[in-house]
Each structure stands twice: as structure tokens, then as C-alpha cells.
């Protein structure tokens, strides 16, 4: 489901009503997760998941160009973490 579709059906619950209001309502809540991951914190929606942020240790790759060996430097990358009511939905379960 790409951004306008998933805008389309919010649009379509009578709470929201209007793809502007379902654009705009979705547009405050990647940003305010964006802000809170970007400042170290995490966001934890109870029955859904919860985005934090990892940190991720330096690795070994290939310049694709040269074929030479390089260090791909780490650092912190986000993540998320379905939660089990989530997870029991998508196995079918709820």
C-alpha cells in the first residue's frame, strides 16, 4: 500500500473524513515519531509496536566500482518491533 492509498482509506473512516485531514493527521504522526527517534527517545503504541532507535556496529563491504574491500562505518539506524497483538492479527489470529 503506497502513502495515497493508505491516505485514501483513512479518508474513508467517518473520524477523519477528508483525504486532507487523513493526509495531514498521518503527516503529524511519522513526524512526531521521526522527532522523538531522532532525539534517542522511543515510542511504544500499546497493541501495535514500538519504534526505537539501534545502534548498528561497522561492517565490512565492497566499493562495487573498484571491487576493493571497505568499512562501512555503524551508527544509529531506527527500528521497529511489532507487538503481539499485531503480530496475532497478521498470523490470522485476530
Do not use: C, W, Y
Not at 503527516?27 to 497493541?47: D, K, Y
Not at 518491533?81 to 492479527?89: D, M
Amino acid at each position: 500500500m503506497t502513502k495515497a492509498e493508505f491516505v485514501a482509506t483513512l479518508a474513508q473512516d467517518r473520524r477523519i473524513g477528508t483525504k486532507r485531514r487523513a493526509s495531514e493527521a498521518l503527516e503529524a504522526v511519522v513526524e512526531s515519531i521521526a522527532e522523538t527517534l531522532a532525539s534517542g527517545g522511543e515510542v511504544s503504541i500499546t497493541g501495535f509496536g514500538k519504534f526505537h532507535v539501534s545502534e548498528r556496529g561497522a561492517r565490512r563491504g565492497v566499493n562495487p566500482r573498484t571491487g576493493d574491500p571497505i568499512t562501512i562505518p555503524g551508527g544509529p539506524v531506527p527500528r521497529f518491533t511489532a507487538g503481539s497483538a499485531l503480530k496475532a492479527r497478521v498470523k490470522g489470529g485476530g
